[in-house]
């Protein structure tokens, strides 16, 4: 899915499956599957930031600690760098995840209370082995001065610092062991606005001097378009339509997409915009309904979207959508030409409300 020359690529991920079983019964019997993540796959360049959008609980956080094998995926294959990660021992795991870090959406309960931050900079470089005492030091210094922190406060506790200071230090948590990878989950949602865009002009700042690459895990689409140079849009478990960001948001295709860019607010008050209002509630994971699985709310769901999985197509140039309403040729995928004739239907309303 992903045109761009292979050795160009940081991180591929290839039919990423994560599955919860429910047990059931006297003896917890295993009765079904909450499909958390359900067949992702998806490539990212080195030194971009490669956004995931979607809904709450659509599978977008879980699919971040599971590339990063915090969570053991259920099925699928991982590569970072050229290896295949999935297949490292838990020792091999922890030295390679020197070059994966995470900053996680939560600046409260990501930084231990009991741990000044020093000591919380200086663990990731002690579990690593990295440096004398004497560097380590003055790395920490560092990365306090990097993240617009004064060396004053290496001595405080995580309770004296602000939201967006506490966020600041996660980042340079992140940055002690000069990853090449940061999974940054909704790393501002916890924030004030005012900090959000600091954090944000941090991190681009920092990305421009390291070369970071980031996975930028978030819902804010308004962020999402300021941040990332591709974008790829989850609904339960799936990847519905990849796209760079300004295709993305001049041309969304899948419907779901179109529901979310409508709901984003314009900052022109003169400025018109169709509203797209989704009917129903999203299926449980673990109740998932059979083919695409936003046809129970698709105002453009034909029959055989109830019967098949649409896979991503490209539809453009380094665009892909998961949709029957489009493939490489634009037309409707089943032959049948009663519903070719409902899917033109479907696109021309689809086009029309964008």
């Not at 059931?24 to 360049?45: E, L, P, Q, T, W």
């Amino acid at each position: 899915m992903n045109s761009a020359n292979p050795s160009d690529e940081l991180l591929q991920v290839k039919h990423l499956k994560k599955y919860y079983p429910v047990n059931n019964g006297m003896f917890r019997k295993s009765v079904s599957y909450v499909k958390a993540v359900d067949d992702v796959s998806f490539a990212i360049r080195r030194g971009e930031t490669f956004g995931l959008v979607g809904e709450s609980g659509c599978g977008k956080s879980t699919t971040g600690r599971s590339l990063l094998r915090l969570i053991e995926p259920s099925d699928g294959q991982i590569f970072f760098d050229g290896e295949e990660i999935t297949r490292l021992s838990a020792e091999e795991m922890r030295k390679r995840r020197k070059e994966m870090q995470i900053v996680f959406q939560d600046p409260f309960s990501s930084l231990d209370p009991r741990q000044n931050v020093k000591r919380i900079l200086e663990e990731p470089l002690k579990v690593h082995g990295i440096g004398s005492g004497k560097e380590r030091r003055e790395r920490i210094e560092r990365l306090m001065e990097i993240v617009g922190l004064p060396a004053a406060h290496l001595q405080r506790y995580p309770h004296q610092f602000s939201g967006g200071q506490r966020q600041r230090i996660g980042i340079a948590r992140a940055l002690a062991v000069q990853p090449k990878l940061i999974v940054a989950d909704e790393p501002v949602s916890a924030l004030d606005v005012s900090i959000q865009s600091q954090v944000i002009n941090l991190m681009q700042d920092l990305q421009e001097e390291f070369g970071l690459t980031y996975l930028f895990i978030a819902h804010d689409l308004s962020v999402v378009k300021h941040i990332c140079d591709r974008v790829a849009v989850m609904y339960l478990g799936r990847i519905v339509e990849i796209a760079g960001k300004k295709e993305l948001y001049d041309n969304p295709q899948h419907p779901y997409t179109q529901a979310l860019l409508s709901s984003v607010p314009i900052p022109n008050p003169k400025a018109k915009r169709q509203r797209i209002i989704l009917q129903g509630d999203v299926p449980s994971p673990s109740k998932a309904p059979e083919g695409c699985a936003f046809h129970t709310r698709c105002p453009h769901a034909m029959e055989i979207c109830r019967q098949q999985r649409p896979s991503l197509q490209e539809t453009g140039e380094g665009h892909f959508t998961a949709c029957f309403l489009h493939n490489e040729s634009g037309r409707l995928q089943d032959p049948d030409p009663a519903q070719q004739g409902q899917a033109e239907q479907s696109r021309e309303q689809s086009r029309a409300s964008v």
